[in-house]
């Protein structure tokens, strides 16, 4: 019982923990590159999901949109580190993101037809103002290089446009 | 000359005219943003976005009146059809906004 309670709550923890402490040390270069191209890869890996599940066309359309704009996105941010020779490092705030989408992608696959729709969706605009949130405040600010300061800030700018994009097809589902 | 005849070459002689002063007004985007955010065309005219971002984007009109898909790195165009102000945006990436004012 005790084990069981304990481990529900390291669950919740870990659902309602913000992935981005407020006041924890500055990211330096190759961790806020690590938690870019995660958090990106991640978004991906939830459309495939949707691809795999969803039988709606707006919301089939859009997993299709994040596939294909967080490729992009990433293929890029490649291509800048290994220019810029930055090696992306593993750290907490990377495992985290990691282990919520992952209880996420557990949760949704329970689910099908409309309420699967709906779930992805509402995740979807959670998610990316988490991420829109983290960028603002933490890691387009630590971020020391110039160049990698400006693909972060483009990248704000695409998953703004997911955002309300992802806000839009939830309106349209209810 | 025939009423026809004359019809015609008046037909020809204003088709011409008019595709003569039609124009193509450019829009650009690049990082998301539509430059100029605002353009003036009259009725007639094109309206050519220029995409240099790697990304698919739409001009999309919030009237529903048109919808261009612009692919990466390449164009779309649209005939303006109608006067008055028209107000756009990217349906990928809503957070893109332009405005086109259209005079008859």
């Given at each position: 019982?005790?084990?069981?309670?304990?481990?529900?709550?390291?669950?919740?923890?870990?659902?309602?923990?913000?992935?981005?402490?407020?006041?924890?040390?500055?990211?330096?270069?190759?961790?806020?590159?690590?938690?870019?191209?995660?958090?990106?890869?991640?978004?991906?890996?939830?459309?495939?999901?949707?691809?795999?599940?969803?039988?709606?066309?707006?919301?089939?359309?859009?997993?299709?949109?994040?596939?294909?704009?967080?490729?992009?996105?990433?293929?890029?941010?490649?291509?800048?580190?290994?220019?810029?020779?930055?090696?992306?490092?593993?750290?907490?705030?990377?495992?985290?993101?990691?282990?919520?989408?992952?209880?996420?992608?557990?949760?949704?696959?329970?689910?099908?037809?409309?309420?699967?729709?709906?779930?992805y969706v509402a995740n979807e605009v959670a998610y990316h103002k988490t991420v829109n949130g983290a960028l603002e405040s933490t890691l387009i600010p630590s971020a020391s290089n110039v160049e990698l300061k400006g693909l972060l800030q483009t990248g704000l700018k695409i998953f703004q446009g997911h955002q309300?994009?992802?806000?839009?097809?939830?309106?349209?589902?209810? | 000359?025939?009423?026809?005849?004359?019809?015609?070459?008046?037909?020809?002689?204003?088709?011409?005219?008019?595709?003569?002063?039609?124009?193509?007004?450019?829009?650009?985007?690049?990082?998301?943003?539509?430059?100029?955010?605002?353009?003036?065309?009259?009725?007639?005219?094109?309206?050519?976005?220029?995409?240099?971002?790697?990304?698919?984007?739409?001009?999309?009109?919030?009237?529903?009146?048109?919808?261009?898909?612009?692919?990466?790195?390449?164009?779309?165009?649209?005939?303006?059809?109608?006067?008055?102000?028209?107000?756009?945006?990217?349906?990928?990436?809503?957070?893109?906004?332009?405005?086109?004012?259209?005079?008859?």
């Amino acid at each position: 019982m005790i084990v069981k309670l304990s481990a529900g709550l390291a669950t919740l923890c870990l659902l309602t923990a913000p992935v981005f402490a407020q006041g924890a040390a500055k990211p330096t270069d190759p961790q806020i590159a690590h938690i870019a191209y995660t958090a990106g890869q991640l978004d991906i890996d939830a459309a495939k999901q949707a691809l795999e599940k969803s039988k709606n066309k707006e919301v089939r359309d859009f997993a299709q949109d994040m596939v294909r704009d967080h490729t992009e996105v990433n293929k890029q941010a490649l291509a800048l580190v290994g220019k810029l020779k930055v090696k992306p490092e593993d750290n907490d705030t990377s495992r985290a993101l990691t282990k919520q989408a992952a209880a996420k992608r557990d949760e949704l696959a329970k689910l099908n037809g409309a309420a699967f729709d709906k779930a992805y969706v509402a995740n979807e605009v959670a998610y990316h103002k988490t991420v829109n949130g983290a960028l603002e405040s933490t890691l387009i600010p630590s971020a020391s290089n110039v160049e990698l300061k400006g693909l972060l800030q483009t990248g704000l700018k695409i998953f703004q446009g997911h955002q309300q994009h992802a806000e839009h097809v939830a309106s349209d589902l209810k | 000359m025939t009423p026809e005849r004359i019809a015609f070459v008046a037909r020809v002689i204003l088709g011409l005219s008019v595709s003569a002063r039609a124009e193509t007004i450019q829009v650009t985007i690049d990082k998301l943003v539509f430059t100029p955010a605002e353009v003036n065309a009259k009725v007639g005219d094109t309206i050519e976005w220029i995409n240099k971002d790697a990304l698919v984007h739409t001009a999309t009109a919030t009237d529903g009146d048109w919808n261009v898909n612009i692919q990466a790195s390449q164009r779309g165009q649209v005939v303006m059809k109608k006067p008055g102000a028209a107000e756009y945006y990217c349906k990928l990436h809503p957070n893109m906004r332009g405005r086109i004012v259209v005079a008859p």
